[in-house]
């Protein structure tokens, strides 16, 4: 018995008790009849614990003396009454008290889950300390562990096994009307790889920054996940998994999935904006081409990645003084997010009059094999060539410092998932190549992966190893930088990358504007509107991007260029004689009614 590994015997029983669809067949799906429709208490005639525990409806401490009386809660609530600002200061007592981020993020999802009003008040009001916990880089820790973490739906869950029903599905929320989706099938969570219905946290935290940033009304998103399986080891030897424990389908059966759901919810919700987020790179590309034409959507990690990358970069050219003919990029990183990085960044150059061929000839991209080129003798993932190199005279590149020494760059951007991939001896190289183009030069430097794990250098050591004379932007906040000289002290500023600044506002234009599709003109404007959004005290500060206690203002901005941008691109649905109205008074009459329709609770 000595020789029979008792261990992977018990591991394999195990296994097999979880799998509990092993011997079915697995291409036959049923259709769920729902024989009542739910009967929902509107809100003007709840009362008591039916207001309390609606979070869109409870008020907390902030119901009047008048409302108690009137929604039976007299005796249901403590007898005070409170401001704002208390409750506020009550709540951030809380986080505060709280030992690790996982801890203050269920902190603020039971508060979410009681008190749509309060949560989000204490969101804006405090964003630069709550974003991190609310989206990454925490969210990305929230997913690794959501099935562990779950106490109460927050999303529509949509397995594959019941994809005949997913009208039904739909209709089961509770909330009429959503006017925006995020949907993702948890394929690539940031930089986690496969995390399966695991990825819903996504859907839910983005959704917390469309309407903590841009003001969309809770009650108006809808986080959704498809559940068709995983392919992580984890997730299927995890006992308390919630998901489909089962393989992923084949590329065509995903797809046949996908196109259901698409027209089904298009169908029950036609006036609602579907956003697609964290499907793998393929899936990411294909659904984007396939759907763009047709449906009302757009993909974050590509359009809105590459927009506010761009709107970024805008800024930084201007303080980089690097001649716009003389700037070369070098992108580590040729996934969905890289490769949509880059292609905005095309755009910008075209727009400033350079051929399409001039304008990609500006971009070197590099992936785990090293420069991708057409003749690199490996099958090259068609997202990856419209960018791959005909020029290297059959030389292959196969690091990334080779790369800088060939191209001497003037900007270095990351999207690698991959920390530390950005070494002394490479910021360097960037620096050398940029200084070498004469003296007050400085090179641009954009680490953007997340969560923080994944940043492919700090911003400490993008200070240190470059003398100080980096424009930085990080996909994950850092802290400014102190570097003493002499008796005082220089304070570095970073600068955050966040898809905050322009998905938000993209989402907020298109759905006001009544869009009938997003448009790339909606994308590029979304980044050239935010790069011009900055007041003068984050210029002298030589940022690139507001700050973030301003991303609402930021916000409102991209929001009217975007509705612009719809109406000049004819796909804005709203009555004619509305845009004429605008047409005549201007930005001030339109960004009043931005204004107008922006939640703002408790004010």
Not at 74 to 93: F, N
Not at 192 to 205: E, F, M, P
Not at 523 to 544: F, Q
Request: glycine letters at 8%.
């Amino acid at each position: 018995m000595s020789s029979v590994d008792i261990t992977a015997i018990e591991q394999q029983m195990k296994m097999a008790a979880l799998d509990g669809l092993r011997g079915y067949a697995q291409n036959h799906y049923g259709e769920v009849h729902q024989y009542r429709t739910t009967d929902y208490v509107p809100q003007s005639a709840a009362g008591g614990y039916q207001v309390l525990r609606e979070p869109l409806w409870n008020k907390g401490l902030s119901f009047t003396p008048e409302e108690r009386v009137s929604k039976n809660l007299t005796g249901l609530i403590p007898h005070a009454m409170e401001s704002v600002e208390t409750q506020v200061a009550r709540c951030m007592k809380v986080i505060n008290t709280r030992q690790t981020n996982i801890d203050k993020y269920l902190y603020l999802s039971s508060l979410k889950a009681t008190n749509l009003d309060l949560f989000y008040r204490v969101l804006i009001d405090n964003v630069r300390d709550l974003m991190p916990l609310v989206y990454t880089p925490t969210i990305g820790d929230v997913c690794l562990q959501y099935s562990t973490l779950y106490t109460r739906p927050e999303a529509l869950y949509i397995s594959i096994k019941q994809r005949k029903s997913i009208r039904t599905i739909l209709q089961n929320w509770p909330y009429p009307d959503p006017e925006i989706c995020v949907v993702t099938d948890g394929s690539r969570i940031l930089g986690l790889g496969d995390l399966g219905v695991n990825g819903v946290g996504i859907s839910i935290g983005k959704l917390a920054l469309y309407t903590g940033a841009a003001g969309i009304h809770p009650g108006k998103t809808l986080p959704i996940v498809l559940d068709s399986g995983t392919n992580n080891e984890t997730n299927l030897k995890d006992p308390l998994y919630l998901g489909l424990r089962a393989r992923r389908p084949s590329p065509a059966v995903a797809q046949e999935f996908m196109d259901e759901f698409m027209e089904a919810a298009t169908e029950v919700f036609p006036n609602m904006l579907v956003q697609f987020e964290d499907f793998d790179t393929e899936k990411a590309f294909a659904y984007l081409a396939r759907y763009r034409n047709k449906y009302k959507c757009f993909n974050d990690d590509i359009q809105g990645t590459g927009a506010v990358v761009l709107a970024g970069y805008i800024g930084a050219v201007n303080l980089s003084g690097v001649p716009l003919e003389e700037q070369r990029l070098v992108f580590m990183g040729a996934g969905s997010a890289g490769v949509g990085v880059a292609k905005q960044m095309v755009e910008y150059y075209t727009r400033r009059g350079l051929s399409e061929q001039a304008a990609r000839e500006k971009f070197w991209l590099v992936d785990t094999k090293g420069l991708a080129t057409l003749d690199r003798g490996d099958k090259l993932a068609e997202h990856k060539k419209y960018f791959a190199r005909a020029d290297n005279n059959g030389h292959q590149f196969r690091t990334l410092e080779e790369v800088i020494e060939y191209v001497r760059p003037s900007a270095l951007v990351g999207l690698t998932a991959t920390f530390g991939v950005f070494t002394e001896s490479v910021i360097r190289a960037l620096k050398a190549s940029v200084d070498a183009g004469g003296a007050g030069r400085r090179p641009i430097l954009f680490p953007l992966s997340n969560p923080l794990t994944k940043a492919e250098c700090t911003f400490e050591q993008a200070i240190q190893w470059t003398d100080g004379t980096v424009i930085f932007a990080s996909g994950s906040p850092f802290a400014p930088f102190a570097v003493k000289a002499g008796d005082h002290a220089v304070t570095y500023w970073p600068n955050q990358g966040n898809n905050v600044y322009v998905f938000p506002g993209l989402g907020l234009g298109a759905i006001l504007a009544k869009a009938s599709k997003i448009t790339d003109e909606m994308v590029y404007i979304s980044a050239a509107s935010l790069s011009e959004s900055l007041n003068a005290e984050e210029i002298h500060k030589g940022l690139i991007y507001p700050h973030i206690e301003r991303v609402r203002d930021a916000s409102v901005v991209v929001a009217r260029e975007v509705m612009k941008a719809a109406r000049r691109e004819g796909v804005s649905t709203l009555p004619e004689e509305q845009w004429i109205e605008w047409e005549e008074w201007g930005d001030v009459a339109l960004t009043r009614y931005i204004k107008e329709r922006i939640y703002d609770p408790l004010k």
